[in-house]
Each structure stands twice: as structure tokens, then as C-alpha cells.
């Protein structure tokens, strides 16, 4: 009987430490999820504050070429108000007459 009592206790050692292993096991298990969870949390923050970064410098640029754009468009609309058409054509002409003249006053060879 003796012998019997030995067994049942080393057996019931064994199953403790087997158990104790599984738990162990079952914990690092949990503990590598967990840490794969924070490292993925973290890459997709920096992702998204990349993404911020990136999207913020979008609109700065837009809003420079918008203003470039509207400058242009203002200045295009100034150039061709009928007022100044008629300036420009009335400076051309000036221009053509000058040369008419210079050409119909040059001495021939």
C-alpha cells in the first residue's frame, strides 16, 4: 500500500507541473499576442500621424496654388478689360506708326 500512496503522489506532483507548464505556456501565448497587439497599435499611430502629416502638407500646397491661381485669373481679368485692350491697341499702333515713320523717313542707299 505503501507503494500505491507513492504513486498516486508523484502522479499528482506530475499533473500539478504539468498543468503549471500548460498555464505557463498558455500565458506566454497570451503575452505574445498581447505585445503583437501594442506593436500593431503603434505602427498603425504612427501610420495615421504620417498620414496627418502628409494630408496637412497637401493642403498647404493647395492652398498656395489656389492663391497663385487666383492671382493669375485676377490678373488675366485686369488685362482683359476693354479698357485696357484699347491702351494696348492704342499703344501697337503708336508702335506701327513710329516704324512707318523711322522706315518712310530713311534715306534710300
Known amino acids: 500500500m505503501a507503494k500505491s500512496k507513492k504513486k498516486s503522489s508523484s502522479k499528482k506532483v506530475t499533473d500539478e507541473t504539468s498543468?503549471?507548464?500548460a498555464r505557463k505556456i498558455w500565458l506566454a501565448g497570451l503575452g505574445a499576442y498581447g505585445k503583437r497587439?501594442?506593436?500593431a497599435q503603434g505602427q498603425l499611430d504612427k501610420a495615421s500621424r504620417e498620414a496627418q502629416r502628409a494630408f496637412d502638407e497637401l493642403v498647404k500646397k493647395g492652398q498656395r496654388f489656389e492663391g497663385m491661381t487666383r492671382d493669375q485669373l485676377a490678373d488675366a481679368r485686369e488685362?482683359?478689360?476693354p479698357?485696357?485692350?484699347?491702351?494696348r491697341l492704342n499703344e501697337a499702333r503708336e508702335l506701327?506708326?513710329?516704324?512707318?515713320?523711322?522706315?518712310?523717313?530713311a534715306k534710300p542707299r
Open 83 to 87: 479698357d485696357a485692350v484699347r491702351e
Open 19 to 21: 498543468e503549471n507548464l
Open 37 to 39: 497587439i501594442r506593436e
Open 96 to 105: 506701327i506708326s513710329d516704324r512707318i515713320s523711322e522706315v518712310a523717313g
Open 79 to 81: 488685362r482683359l478689360k
